[in-house]
């Protein structure tokens, strides 16, 4: 198994372009999530799904949007990137089951975004 | 929403020393895990421990869940361990993990 793999693992933007940002799984998990982490920080939670077809905003989901069509793929897209968005973002996933909250979550690698 | 903090925020350490990295939430948890961020910035899961005691050779970890915190040791410490350790928990009812804001350990030779 892959694990849960990310891409690109880096990127430079100018302000007000656009991107999405890759994440999949192959462990048939049905939870996953996009976290961002700022210099001396701990992970902030963006946007989430509890499987296809279901999303719901996390703690900072302004400026970014995601959609979720299959099991295995979560991109997360910046649809006009700003210098505030400069962060490293990781992506997760974990076994949903009866209780998704009960479970262990596993990270991808990180993407690293520059917006100049 | 749960409150997840950790204490000391930054720990130097010479190699083979022992150290105890603390978490406290502020609410009862379905999920608490501990990770490794290694300097290369990978978040390495360390453990999955909504309550008791695990170990994994040098590192062990207890949660005290009716008390709200959980403890990670690590003994014999080695360079390879600095990095930043993370403890994350999920409330009953809740679907997201908050992350604590992280300890800084060195380890230096």
């Known amino acids: 198994n892959a694990g849960v793999t990310q891409t690109p693992k880096f990127q430079v933007l100018k302000t007000g372009q656009s991107m999405t940002l890759q994440c999949a799984q192959d462990?048939?998990?049905?939870?996953m999530s996009w976290y961002r982490q700022d210099p001396g920080m701990g992970l902030r939670l963006i946007h989430y799904?509890?499987?296809?077809?279901?999303?719901d905003q996390g703690e900072v989901p302004n400026g970014y949007n995601v959609s979720r069509s299959t099991t295995e793929d979560f991109p997360l897209r910046l649809l006009s990137a700003a210098p505030s968005q400069t962060s490293v973002y990781f992506c997760?996933?974990?076994?949903?089951?009866?209780?998704?909250?009960?479970?262990?979550?596993?990270f991808g690698p990180g993407t690293r975004l520059t917006v100049l | 929403g749960i409150q997840v903090e950790q204490s000391p925020p930054d720990l130097i350490l010479q190699e083979g020393a022992n150290s105890t990295l603390r978490c406290n939430f502020s609410d009862s948890v379905n999920n608490l895990q501990w990770f490794h961020q290694n300097p290369w910035g990978q978040l390495i899961n360390l453990f999955y421990i909504p309550s008791g005691t695990k170990q994994n050779g040098r590192l062990s970890a207890t949660t005290v869940a009716t008390e709200r915190y959980s403890l990670l040791y690590i003994s014999s410490s080695q360079t390879t361990d600095s990095g930043v350790y993370f403890c994350?928990?999920?409330?009953?009812?809740?679907?997201?993990?908050?992350f604590g804001q992280g300890t800084r350990l060195t380890i230096n030779p």
């Open positions: 799904s509890v499987g296809a077809g279901i999303t």
């Open positions: 462990m048939n998990h049905e939870y």
């Open positions: 997760a996933s974990s076994y949903a089951g009866a209780s998704w909250s009960g479970n262990e979550q596993f």
């Open positions: 994350a928990a999920v409330i009953q009812g809740a679907q997201k993990l908050v």
